[in-house]
């Protein structure tokens, strides 16, 4: 099965611009999630959805940070205005629904902010 | 809540030699446990998980995890490693009937010729 995909692989902007990136989950996977994931740091959940909603996004930055998912497969994630903290990877990652299921990871998008 | 310790942040080792990475969780309710491999410039890949049943897991490049509840670890080990084995490994806790993970820093493992 293809794996999930993340788009773009790399993105350098500077600070107080916007930028945004595009995750396409594995076929049939209910679940996604994205991670920030800072160098020499774990990843953190930002934001989790089930099909099309929002299961938990409490550690997302709302003043600045937004995800969706509007049909329950793809989804986006954007940055406005990015910040000079906000430079890390981030992860996408689907499962399927329900309890103990494992979760598949994309290559990620590294941002760079100058 | 829970949250995850991984005490080493690298572990030189030499090829062939074992290996141990070790790992600490807290949580006040019960937990599923995993460890992830990050190879550079790609996403994680699950190496094994601890779901129930036996304390002891495996996973298929002879890499292994014991659960000691006792003690809240979930170290990995391997007895003979290999060049290809560098990577970024990472330890991470779920609370059962929950599915987001909390990852602890990562262990930067090293083999040597």
């Known amino acids: 099965e293809a794996g999930v995909a993340q788009s773009p692989r790399y993105k350098i902007i500077e600070k107080r611009q916007s930028v945004a990136f595009w995750c396409n989950p594995i076929s049939g996977h209910a679940t996604l999630y994205w991670y920030q994931q800072i160098l020499g740091q774990g990843p953190k959940l930002l934001i989790q959805?089930?099909?099309?909603?929002?299961?938990?996004d409490s550690q997302l930055p709302k003043d600045r940070f937004s995800a969706e998912r509007l049909k329950g497969v793809d989804s986006t994630l954007k940055i406005q205005p990015a910040k000079l903290e906000d430079s890390a990877v981030y992860l996408c990652a689907s499962s399927r629904q329900g309890d103990n299921q494992p979760q598949h990871f994309g290559d990620g998008t590294r941002l760079s902010i100058l | 809540a829970q949250s995850v310790t991984q005490l080493d942040s690298q572990v030189p080792v030499f090829e062939e030699a074992p290996v141990e990475l070790r790992c600490n969780y807290s949580s006040s309710v019960s937990v599923y446990l995993f460890w992830y491999v990050q190879y550079p410039n790609q996403g994680l890949q699950l190496l094994l998980k601890y779901l129930s049943g036996s304390t002891l897991v495996e996973s298929i490049n002879g890499f292994e995890a014991e659960f000691n509840k006792s003690q809240t670890s979930f170290h990995l080990r391997k007895p003979s490693v290999h060049i290809s084995d560098t990577a970024e490994y990472f330890c991470?806790?779920?609370?059962?009937?929950?599915?987001?993970?909390?990852f602890g820093q990562g262990t930067r493992l090293t083999i040597n010729p």
């Open positions: 959805f089930q099909n099309n909603g929002v299961v938990d």
């Open positions: 991470a806790v779920s609370a059962q009937g929950a599915q987001k993970l909390v």
